[in-house]
């Protein structure tokens, strides 16, 4: 594999899920979302000497997409779940927005999750990455299993208030 691949293969990865949440907020049947999607790789690997590397990869990669799902689109006229061009030329603008916020805020979850006090996270460890469910923990940590469930729940709420808030002062 030369470079070029490389880099197309490496910047694709790091797209596909904005261009697979573009392509699946327009294409319904699961199928043929596959199909498209399948189709929008090989177009973007393919098209990849005329991306511009000055510009961002995400935007350039939907719309290949939105091209592939107009091809998809105009064989599926027929179709009365059919988004017509505008939709889809909306769609094309809101994903990489919504990508890029999405991806600042999993940079938050990281950063409230570092403030949790030592039982917190340990609890919120044994369940998340180890995967126990709250009665195993229990055993674990000396705790009822209710117990554990309503500290876990008081966690999510903590972080979850935290990415809110640091959400909001980074629009700011």
């Given amino acids: 594999m030369d470079e070029t691949a490389r880099q197309a293969t490496r910047q694709w990865t790091l797209a596909q899920p904005a261009v697979s949440a573009f392509v699946t907020s327009v294409v319904r049947d699961f199928r043929d979302r596959d199909d498209v ?6 177009a973007v690997i393919e098209s990849y000497d005329s991306y511009d590397p000055e510009l961002p990869f995400v935007p350039w990669a939907i719309g290949v997409a ?18 017509d061009d505008d939709a889809i030329a909306c769609l094309a603008i809101a ?3 919504v990508a890029q916020q999405e991806s600042a805020k999993l940079d938050f979850v990281t950063e409230c999750l570092g403030g949790l006090e030592n039982r917190a996270r340990h609890l919120f460890e044994l369940r998340y990455q180890k995967d126990m469910k709250p009665a195993a923990i229990a055993e674990q940590v000396d705790m009822s299993a209710n117990s554990v469930a309503k500290a876990l729940q008081r966690i999510r709420d903590r972080v979850r208030t935290c990415v809110e808030r640091k959400s909001l002062e980074a629009m700011s």
């Fill in 37 to 42: 999607l399948q189709e929008v790789a090989v």
């Fill in 66 to 83: 939105r091209n592939q799902v107009s091809l998809y689109m105009r064989n599926r006229r027929k179709d009365l779940l059919v988004f």
């Fill in 95 to 97: 994903i990489p927005t």
